[in-house]
């Protein structure tokens, strides 16, 4: 598909080489892995997994309320926004212009 | 002690030290393994379940009573012409107006982006250099790419000096480097790469600070969180995955797996509560911190191709995006309705940036340009 053809012209620059792998974390990206180095892995991620669940949570109507909350504070300076006086934005005026 | 694993190009090998012993140990492991296995099936369950009872309305029902946004006409002001190649990356200085750029056949170029002068050039000796950044203070810049390395250029005011003579390796993966940000100051720099990791490196001694696993692939981007909210960073990658960092500890503290292909891009919302996150599925999204999930789709169904890039405007409202099929999305954030959409690139969109006090937003390209863009009103 299109959106592959510019990931792949990247894999096709790299230079084939040997990689190495030193860190036990790494594991994570291999697979078939047996005996002691797959079971630490499966124990990293349910150790992972009960951080992430432990985290402290609000509801989402909370949250939007705040993220709206923002939004319409800031939305004055905002220039992309509602745009600032003209004048006061420097890339207003075309490059023959401008003012050194 | 750690295996020892290596991969060659169509084979893979692996030597495990197994003495006699633990072959007895092996139908104790393979019980623990099982029961490991399903210990971490049940947290996930539980995990969507903590999420999905705090799920109590959408973003987009929150907003209904907030005015709707009108016309936008946005325009390129300047465009800056220079770069051979594909532009693969580019950032803002702190002085909102000089900005530096990257592309696909090594170059690095600093432009005033007032005037559209280019100030310093440097011809990296990598092709592919897909991350470029601007140090705070303005005196240098970061980039890498196919090196695998991250490297400083301080940027001299003598414009005749040879900025590659100066040039300090900082960061050294095993992979392509796709990202790279200085924290606060010029002293240090973080770095994602196709290697599967992100690491935090002193860039004077280029000791390596912190290093982050836990990606399952490529990461493609990172952004820091704004600094009044601490020392958290977010990352996104080809295992589809946005991670939230703990700088100072290594640990990965938040995950967000909803999006259903490579992450491209990720920008925190401007008051550090949020991200967004822009991927080849052709769908940005807005993922909450304190809600712990993701909470706003941005998409349409005439929109088929990925996004390289986002950005989100000073007071978070628009979310800009950049694309695949060379054109520019504007999202109203809080309605999850699209404003606007931009041409002029004649080609796919590969970079966009917000200036850094929100009066203009510039876009880099594979049609080897840089636009920056205003509000016209």
Redesign the interface.
Known sequence: TYNFYGKIQILTHFSVSMLCVWRPAHFFMLVNMTSNSSLSNMRRLVEQLKLEASVERIKISQAAAELQQYCLQNASKDALLVGVPTGSNPFREPRSCAVV | S????????GQKY?R?P?SPE?ATQEVP?NE??AH??T??ET??L??EE??AK??????HQ??EK?EG?GQFV?KT??TLKGHGNKVLCMDWCKD??RIVSSSQDGKVIVWD????NKEHAVTMPC??V?ACAYAPSGCAVACGG?DNKCSVYPLSLDKNENLAAKKKSVAMH???LSACSFTNSDMQILTSSGD?TCALWDVESGQLLQSF??H??DVLCLDLAPSETGNTFVSGGCDKKANVWDMRSG?????FETHE??INSVRY???G??FASGS?DATCRLY?L????E?AIYSKESII??VSSVDF??????LFGGY?DYTINVWD??KGTRVSILFGHEN?VSTLR?SP?????CTGSWDHTLR?W??M?
């Not at chain 2, 705090?54 to 973003?59: A, I, Q, R, T, Y």
């Not at chain 2, 304190?290 to 999930?293: F, L, P, Q, T």
Request: net charge positive; with cysteine.
């Open positions: 750690c295996d020892f694993a290596a991969f060659t190009f692996m495990s197994l633990m492991l623990t393994l490991l296995k210990e971490s947290l996930k539980k995990l903590e999420r705090l799920h109590d309305v959408e973003l929150v907003a907030v946004l946005m002001r300047r909102k107006r982006a007032f005037t559209t092709t592919w897909m196919l095993t992979n392509y599967g696993h836990g399952a692939a640990q990965c503290i938040q995950s292909s490579d919302y401007p008051s509560d949020a080849d909450d304190r809600a712990d999930r909470v191709f990925g405007s000073l007071s978070g409202r628009l695949n954030v809080l796919r917000v006090d929100g009066t203009a937003f920056v205003i509000l009103c």
